[in-house]
Antibody, heavy 119, light 111 residues
Framework: QEQLVQSGAEVKKAGASVKVSCKASGYTFTGYYMHWVRQAPGQGLKWMGWINPNSGGTNFARNFQGRVTMTRDTSISTAYMELSRLTSDDTAIYYC????????????WGQGTTVTVSS | QSVLTQPPSVSGAPGQRVTISCTGSSSNIGAGYDVHWYQHLPGTAPKLLIYANSNRPSGVPDRFSGSKSGTSASLAITGLQTEDEADYYCQSYDTSLSGSVFGGGTKLTVL
């Protein structure tokens, strides 16, 4: 059974960085893109970017370029999303989700990781 | 402001039919990119409802259907049930942004 399990909730100070992990199981980790999507309180879903777990190639939404890093460790089928220079606007639930390619639907989602940024 | 425009809310009585629109442009839906739909219940992960405009993943009831025409797409839900009350999002690819985009989301209320 395909599954994505994310790391636990985080509380960070403004200006700090946060790194969220997403462990895949039940499918070939390197065969599918991993997207990251977030939802701030009271707002909709916002796409942040993707990583190709096979090549390590990445593509980020313009709003996050320069602040986000996406990496992976294929030996443990885990993807990571690190966001730096946090502000209160980064308080959100962060999701990882797999897709067959960059334009395909995101069919498996992680349970979400709540990141709270305090000043 | 989202690149894909959805109505903020729709409502219907149990058993009725509702539709949710998703309006894009020539750089996303109009460029031929597929539209996908997700159902999102508070406190849970989004769930894929419709992929590639009109296809249902295994396990999604046939009460849910999708269509696409020109620069827009629609999600239809027939035989509304109370458990359908959720937020619904469309998603596509935008060539000018070189990435995925979501609609702003539509809150469905079952009266």
């Amino acid at each position: 059974q395909e599954q994505l399990v994310q790391s636990g909730a985080e509380v960070k100070k403004a200006g700090a960085s946060v790194k969220v992990s997403c462990k895949a199981s039940g499918y070939t980790f390197t065969g599918y893109y991993m997207h990251w999507v977030r939802q701030a309180p009271g707002q909709g879903l916002k796409w942040m970017g993707w990583i190709n777990p096979n090549s390590g190639g990445t593509n980020f939404a313009r709003n996050f370029q320069g602040r986000v890093t996406m990496t992976r460790d294929t030996s443990i089928s885990t993807a990571y999303m690190e966001l730096s220079r946090l502000t209160s606007d980064d308080t959100a639930i962060y999701y990882c989700a797999t897709a067959g390619d960059v334009v395909a639907a995101m069919d498996i989602w992680g349970q979400g990781t709540t990141v709270t940024v305090s000043s | 402001q989202s690149v894909l425009t959805q109505p903020p809310s729709v409502s219907g009585a149990p058993g009725q039919r509702v539709t949710i629109s998703c309006t894009g442009s020539s750089s996303n839906i109009g460029a031929g990119y597929d539209v996908h739909w997700y159902q999102h219940l508070p406190g849970t992960a989004p769930k894929l409802l419709i992929y590639a405009n009109s296809n249902r993943p295994s396990g999604v009831p046939d009460r849910f259907s999708g269509s696409k025409s020109g620069t827009s797409a629609s999600l239809a839900i027939t035989g509304l049930q109370t458990e359908d009350e959720a937020d619904y999002y469309c998603q596509s690819y935008d060539t000018s942004l070189s990435g995925s985009v979501f609609g702003g989301g539509t809150k469905l209320t079952v009266l």
